[in-house]
C-alpha cells in the first residue's frame, strides 16, 4: 500500500474555485484523486477546465452552500459525475461578515451559518451515507483558529468554525468503529481573499505576522499536504482531530 497515494479515490470538494478549497483540490488531484467541484458557477465551471488542462480528472457542479433545499441534488449530480463512488469529502466553501456584535445584523448571521455550519453538516452527513455501506471513507471538515479563539468583529464566523470542530469529533464517535475517519484541518492566518481586511490594515497585519514563528503568513499551497494527508490511508488510524495548520500560531 501507498500511504500518500489516491490513485482511483473520488473526492467531492466544495470551494475549489479558489483559496485554500482550490489549492487542496488539486493536492487531491496531483495525488490521484478524480474530484468533483461543487460551487457556484462559472468560476466552478472555470476551475474545473483549468485543473483539466493540467491533465486532472476533474468535474464541475452547480451548487450554492446557502440554499440548503437544493444541496442534496448538488450532491447526487456531483456523484454521478464519479459514478456512484465516493471515498473522500472536503467541504471547503466558507465565507465571512465583519461586524461588532452589537450590530451584527441577523441576516449575516443565518448566512454565515448556514453556509459555514448547516451546509457542512448536510455534506457530510450525504456522504457518510455512501460511504458507510461499503465501511470506508474520509470526511475533511474545514475549520479555523476562531475554533479555538474568539477574534475581532466576526462573532457569528467563531460561532460557526467552533460548532464545526465541535461537529467533527461528534461525527467521529458515531462513524470511527464504521470505517469512515472524519477529521478537521484549521488553518491559520492566510493569504487570501477572505483575509484581505485583516492583510490591509497595517497593525492588525504586525500583530497577526508577529505572533506567527513561521515569519509568513500563508499561502494556499501550505494546505495541500494536509489535504492528501486525511484523504490518505496514512490517516486511517486517526479521528476527530482539529489540526492547526498555522504556522506556530496557536504555540506561540
Not at 476533474?58 to 456531483?78: I, N, Q, S, T, Y
Not at 459514478?83 to 465565507?95: C, F, M, Q, T, V
Not at 497585519?205 to 494536509?226: F, N, Y
Amino acid at each position: 500500500m501507498q500511504l500518500f497515494d489516491l490513485t482511483g479515490m473520488r473526492a467531492i470538494v466544495t470551494g475549489g474555485s479558489r483559496g485554500l478549497g482550490h489549492a487542496m483540490a488539486e493536492g487531491l488531484m496531483e495525488a490521484g484523486a478524480e474530484v468533483a467541484l461543487m460551487g457556484r458557477m462559472p468560476q466552478t465551471e472555470r476551475a474545473a477546465a483549468e485543473f483539466r488542462a493540467k491533465g486532472f480528472c476533474c468535474h464541475a457542479v452547480e451548487a450554492d452552500m446557502a440554499l440548503l433545499d437544493r444541496l442534496p441534488a448538488a450532491f447526487e449530480r456531483a456523484l454521478e459525475t464519479l459514478g456512484g463512488e465516493l471515498e473522500i469529502l472536503l467541504p471547503a466553501a466558507g465565507i465571512q461578515r465583519r461586524h461588532p456584535a452589537d450590530r451584527f445584523p441577523m441576516e449575516d448571521w443565518r448566512l454565515v451559518l448556514e453556509v459555514n455550519l448547516n451546509a457542512v453538516f448536510l455534506l457530510d452527513q450525504l456522504a457518510a451515507r455512501v460511504m458507510l455501506p461499503k465501511g470506508y471513507g474520509k470526511i475533511i471538515n474545514v475549520a479555523s483558529m476562531l475554533s479555538f479563539f474568539g477574534g475581532l468583529t466576526v462573532s457569528a464566523y467563531a460561532a460557526s468554525k467552533g460548532a464545526v470542530a465541535q461537529m467533527t469529533k461528534a461525527m467521529s464517535n458515531d462513524w470511527a468503529a464504521k470505517g469512515i475517519n472524519v477529521n478537521a484541518i484549521a488553518p491559520g492566518y492566510f493569504a487570501t481573499e477572505m483575509n484581505t481586511a485583516l492583510i490591509d490594515d497595517p497593525g492588525r497585519s504586525r500583530e497577526i505576522l508577529a505572533r506567527i514563528p513561521a515569519g509568513r503568513w500563508g499561502q494556499p499551497e501550505d494546505m495541500k499536504g494536509i489535504a492528501v494527508f486525511l484523504a490518505s490511508h496514512a490517516s486511517d488510524y486517526l479521528n476527530g482531530a482539529v489540526i492547526p495548520i498555522d504556522g506556530g500560531y496557536l504555540g506561540r
